[in-house]
C-alpha cells in the first residue's frame, strides 16, 4: 500500500522555520518525483516545491525561492522542506505528492490528478 505521511507542522511565529517531512512507502522511491503543495482557506492549491528523482534537481514557486529549501534521504525514503523566514501568508495545509519521475518543473503547477498519490497534509500556522 502506498503511503505518504507528512509531519511537522505547528504553529510559528512569523520569521521563524519549520520543517517539514514527508515519508513514503509501498511504492519504489527512485521511480518518483515528489512535490509539496499547499492549500490556504479559501485559496486555490499551490504548487510549492518539487524534487527530480533522477538528478535531485529542485524547483520552487517564486513566493517561497529563497526561504524554502527542498530535500531528499533516499535510505529513509523521506523528502523535507525547510521552511524559513516564514510569513502570514504561508499559512496553509501542506501536502507532499508523488508522480513518476520525469516531470520536473511542471509539478509546480500540476492539477490534483495529475499526481499519482497524495499524503493527509499538515497544517503550518504563521503568526503575525
Known amino acids: 500500500e502506498v503511503q505518504l505521511v507528512e509531519s511537522g507542522g505547528g504553529l510559528v511565529q512569523a520569521g521563524g522555520s519549520l520543517r517539514l517531512s514527508c515519508a513514503a512507502s509501498?511504492?519504489?522511491?527512485?521511480?518518483?518525483?515528489i512535490g509539496w503543495f499547499r492549500q490556504a482557506p479559501g485559496k486555490e492549491r499551490e504548487g510549492v516545491s518539487c524534487?527530480?528523482?533522477?538528478?535531485?534537481?529542485?524547483y520552487y514557486a517564486d513566493s517561497v525561492k529563497g526561504r524554502f529549501t527542498i530535500a531528499s534521504d533516499k535510505a529513509k525514503n523521506t523528502v523535507y522542506l525547510q521552511m524559513n523566514s516564514l510569513k502570514p501568508e504561508d499559512t496553509a495545509f501542506y501536502y507532499c505528492?508523488?508522480?513518476?519521475?520525469?516531470?520536473?518543473?511542471?509539478?509546480?503547477?500540476?492539477?490534483?490528478?495529475?499526481?499519482?498519490?497524495w499524503g493527509e497534509g499538515t497544517l503550518v500556522t504563521v503568526s503575525s
Open positions: 524534487i527530480s528523482s533522477s538528478d535531485g534537481s529542485t
Open positions: 505528492a508523488t508522480v513518476q519521475k520525469g516531470s520536473g518543473a511542471t509539478i509546480l503547477s500540476m492539477p490534483y490528478y495529475g499526481m499519482d498519490y
Open positions: 509501498g511504492f519504489t522511491f527512485d521511480d518518483y518525483d
